[in-house]
């Protein structure tokens, strides 16, 4: 069934038709679609909420989970020629087990198709990397650079939000010890007009930046927080070395030598992220083979995520299942 570009909401036609959307919906459910048929000839992909489309299979593809029903994560694969329109989703699979994952896809998928992948990107969960080994045994597997640069800017923030807490169980102490005085507590307001668990909290977004790019009020936090904490400056320079690793040429080298400078350092928080950079190293590098991201899976969540909100939620699983692979499969 052809599917137009834009498609309109049912709740449109029927408005303009001077019907009632709910009943048009159940009309085009029960007797304008083909939704009967896809659930005789899908029943046993219904049940397991598993649909695989090998005709969908490429040589481009990306691999994420997301959440999508009640909470529940299911692990999506698709082929990024198809640019997000018709033919671009290769698999839906409920869950992010790999072992379900690769059957789902190998019992149904042919041997030719799936040594034929060039390039799988994906992000750096371990379930996703077991599976592609099997999905794209041929293909160079990468990690996508954006899901990457969070681990370390991840791991600036859980410093900061440590600080933070320490800084809140401190003005705690001081409160009590107040109280037990009898004076006024009063804590310790900064030239900008931060107390120091505001410095910390207020800081979360210019640590994400370079520094070019902060604003002048920024720039001032910044200077107070950096005097206040130097090991937040310290990691904060570290992460911003390590968004320039993807600026250089030898590549390898440069993400080596950041690992070093933080194993050199006393900062718990981003050794724990350098293990996991340096774990997955190989599919790190693989980036500068094509410069390849996992920006169209991430397009094509947000996609979904917008049909799920027209339809105002989903009651029937199946049904918007089946429409879903309408559009997209």
Partial sequence: ??????????????????????????????????YGQF??????????????FPENFGEDMAIDETGLINGELYTILINKEAKGKKGSLAAIIKGTKSSI????????VGFKKLVGIKEITLDLSNSMDWAVREIAPNGIHTY???????????????LRINLRWKAIEEENQAILKAKELKVEFSPKIFSNGDSRKQLLAR???????????????QRQRAKILFKEYPELLEAYNLSMYFRNCYEYENKKYRFEEWIEKVESTRLSEMKVAAQTIKRHLGGIINYFHNR??????????????????????????????????????
């Fill in 144 to 158: 996508d650079r954006f899901h990457v640069q969070q681990v370390v800017s991840d791991a600036v923030q859980s």
């Fill in 203 to 217: 800081s979360r977004y210019f640590l994400f930046k370079p520094s070019n790019k902060w604003t002048d009020t």
């Fill in 292 to 329: 390849a991201t996992n920006a169209a899976i991430e397009s094509f969540h947000s996609k979904i995520k917008l049909f799920r909100q027209r339809i105002r939620g989903i009651v029937d699983k199946a049904f918007f299942f089946f429409r879903i692979i309408q559009y997209f499969a």
């Fill in 1 to 34: 069934m052809e599917i137009e570009k834009n498609p309109i909401e049912i709740s449109t036609v029927a408005r303009a038709n001077k019907l009632k959307p709910n009943t048009l919906e159940k009309q085009y459910k029960n007797v304008l679609s083909d």
């Fill in 101 to 108: 994952i690769t059957r789902e896809i190998t019992e149904t």
């Fill in 39 to 52: 659930k005789l000839s899908q029943a046993r992909q219904i049940e397991k909420e598993a649909f695989v």
